[in-house]
């Protein structure tokens, strides 16, 4: 048991080495500007990349030109990262910020709403149920307004604090703040409206 042991030890290293390794090649490659590189970036990270899209701009139509967008700058500016960090969470920065500027276009996150009392809010809120599954949610998430979804992603899924958002979007932290619970609020009424329709047909 002991030498299977160090054994699955030795392979791990290896292969977490191996991982490093190809994707340090895999970033050199594109650098220089290498179609295979591209072609392996592209199919690597497309499909959680075009998710992520849609979630934040709440249409596939509209997601596979942020898409197409994002890779454009993934492939033009790779010699921006600095490999100080993952490769992977520069990618997602990328599709992120391609996401918000699409948004920002179309003035979808331009601030018109006005900031309420946000213990009031707050105290309407209740955590969101369990059982729900990550499709599910993420379909709830995708029929939020702009703002809120915008907010929403950002916060409570990418981890970003309100002052962050506050930079990224142009909003005031408060405002950011109060949209964020403003959607779960709305949030919180889709989950159980979609639950309850689920048990109903069952």
């Known amino acids: 048991m002991l030498f299977a042991t160090k054994a699955s030890i030795i392979s791990s290293y290896n292969k977490q080495g191996m991982d490093l390794m190809d994707e340090q090649r895999l970033i050199a490659g594109c650098k220089r500007g290498e179609q ?36 454009v700058k993934i492939f033009t500016k790779a010699d921006q990262f600095a490999e100080k960090g993952n490769f992977g969470g520069w990618i997602r ?57 915008t907010v929403f992603n950002l916060y409570a899924i990418e981890g970003y604090s309100h002052n962050e958002i506050a930079m990224m979007t142009g909003i005031q932290e408060s405002s950011s703040r109060s949209q964020f619970l403003r959607a779960r609020q709305l949030l919180q009424k889709k989950v159980l409206e979609l639950m309850k329709k689920e048990y109903a047909g069952k």
């Not at 996150?109 to 499709?135: C, G, T, W």
Request: hydrophobic letters at 35%; a negative charge.
């Open 36 to 71: 295979w590189a591209r072609r392996d970036v592209y199919e690597k990270y497309a499909p959680a990349m075009f998710s992520l899209c849609v979630r934040y701009v709440g249409d596939t139509e509209a997601a596979k030109d942020v898409l197409q967008d994002g890779f």
């Open 93 to 149: 920065s990328v599709f992120i910020n391609t996401s918000l500027e699409f948004l920002r276009r179309r003035n979808y996150l331009k601030e018109d709403i006005k900031v309420d009392d946000l213990e009031n809010e707050q105290e309407s809120i209740s955590n969101l149920p369990e059982n729900i599954s990550a499709d599910d949610l993420m379909e709830c998430i995708a029929e939020l307004p702009e703002k809120y979804r």
